[in-house]
């Protein structure tokens, strides 16, 4: 299995998106470590099972999960090119760890109390993040070009559509306030004084010092909670959308 590792990482991993690329390099020790001596014709369901099993008693189900996930595309991407010569897929049929949805809603009270603490880069993009329901990434993304006449475009990740979020005065703020940045220039709309493009590291270490109590991804939630739009983030399954609305909904009571 080392062998077969080393191939993808060679010929298959340079082809993901950058952001695949590292999630994956984080999760190949470990899989290295447990299979990778082992013979590709020697993994059975049963091994992967009890992978699963001992992540899930670490505390990390979730990543088990994930680790599994890349294991399973490694036999396929090596079976449809006779690297190894196997009839099945050792991870089919194995199921994931059980995974519960994140439900935490950010209250404009917490949301107005971690605002006003924050440094001005980490304002905007949290505004961002909030009124365009984008994700990390997506914000950290956003360029000069993505800035049109009717509104701002996002070029979203994960498998959703891009979509274009009308303008509002809200938005219009955030926008000019990441516009007047100090620094170089640059095509990134949030960038360092240098004009480069935000590091994801130094992001979510400035995004710790605050303690903010939530996480930044939770704020692409609120931002679809809040939102009217029946899909502001360009979700493409109604499932995706439902996961992501977790301020508890209203109802009257019986008369």
Known sequence: MQRVFDLYKLQALPNKAPRTQKDNLNEFPILETVFGHMPPETVR??????????RAEDGAPIRGNREKALLSHVFTWAMERDIIDILVNPCRGVKRNPEHARTRYVTNDEYTAVYNRAPARMQICMELAYLL??????VLDLMQFDLMA??????RGKGSK?????WSARLETAINEALGLPG????YLIHDEAGEKILTS????A????KAGFTFHDLKAKGVSDSKAANPAGHKSSNMIELYKRKPEQVEPPQ
Do not use: C, P, Y
Not at 133 to 138: D, I, T, V
Not at 184 to 187: F, G, I, P, R
Not at 202 to 205: E, I, P
Not at 207 to 210: G, I, K, S, V
């Open 162 to 166: 891009t979509n274009m979020v009308n």
């Open 184 to 187: 170089k220039k640059s095509s």
């Open 133 to 138: 329901a984008a994700r990390k990434s997506e």
């Open 45 to 54: 369901r049963s091994h992967i099972r009890k992978f699963l099993d001992i």
């Open 150 to 155: 009717d509104g701002v475009r996002v070029r």
């Open 207 to 210: 995004w710790q010092r605050l």
């Open 202 to 205: 130094s992001f979510d270490t």
